[in-house]
């Protein structure tokens, strides 16, 4: 029985490690705003020149903006998330020693504490997987540093995307010069879906 409690609390903080799912972004349900459209006409020399490039970049404006929210969410939420299941099993692990030593203070002067003797030896059981449990759930959660890991990797192929297209943009026009500019910002688009963001 007191086993059973112990690998019950067990459970219950390692599911909290557990919990969270992939978010993932569905490229068809992006709405380019008009705030995208102008921002990225000044992201380029020549915009004008170009409408259909302007237009899918504004696109993966919409792609970077809300990766990067994402991201950040999910940092905030890991810092958040590890501190409480820290704070939570510390507290577990002293409110069931507090309680498992005052019911052994109050059953020493008795004479027949057998029923008393079971409840301490439950009461440190349960504290003891509580505790355990949650800090497992704490070191199961993502890493923060791997978070901004993938921040600063969206906002490298972000940048030289950008850079890519403003030298496309200085070159001779030319049949093919839309093409590779489409293509630069069709393989950011790709490569930013593709970064992982946990729930």
């Not at 809300?66 to 409110?95: D, H, I, P, W, Y």
């Not at 301490?120 to 449990?133: C, E, K």
């Not at 540093?145 to 940048?159: C, E, F, M, P, T």
């Amino acid at each position: 029985m007191k086993l059973r409690t112990t690998a019950a609390f067990l459970l219950v903080g390692m599911a909290g490690g557990c919990a969270s799912e992939y978010t993932i972004v569905d490229r068809s349900r992006f709405v380019i705003s008009d705030n995208s459209r102008v921002a990225s006409r000044d992201l380029i020399p020549g915009a004008q020149k170009h409408p259909q490039v302007i237009e899918h970049l504004a696109l993966a404006q919409e792609v970077y903006v809300k990766q990067l929210n994402l991201l950040k969410e999910r940092r905030n939420k890991v810092r958040a998330r590890r501190r409480g299941l820290n704070m939570t099993s510390f507290a577990a692990f002293a409110v069931g020693a507090l309680a498992t030593g005052y019911m052994a203070l109050a059953a020493a002067d008795k004479a027949d504490a057998k029923d008393e003797l079971k409840t301490i030896g439950a009461t440190s059981l349960g504290g003891l997987g509580l505790g355990t449990g949650l800090y497992i759930g704490n070191l199961m959660q993502e890493e923060v540093a791997a978070v901004d890991d993938k921040i600063r990797h969206l906002q490298q192929i972000y940048d030289g995307m950008l850079e890519n297209l403003r030298t496309l943009a200085m070159m001779p026009e030319s049949e093919q010069l839309e093409a590779r500019m489409g293509a630069t910002i069709e393989a950011f688009i790709n490569q930013a879906l593709q970064i992982n963001v946990k729930g």
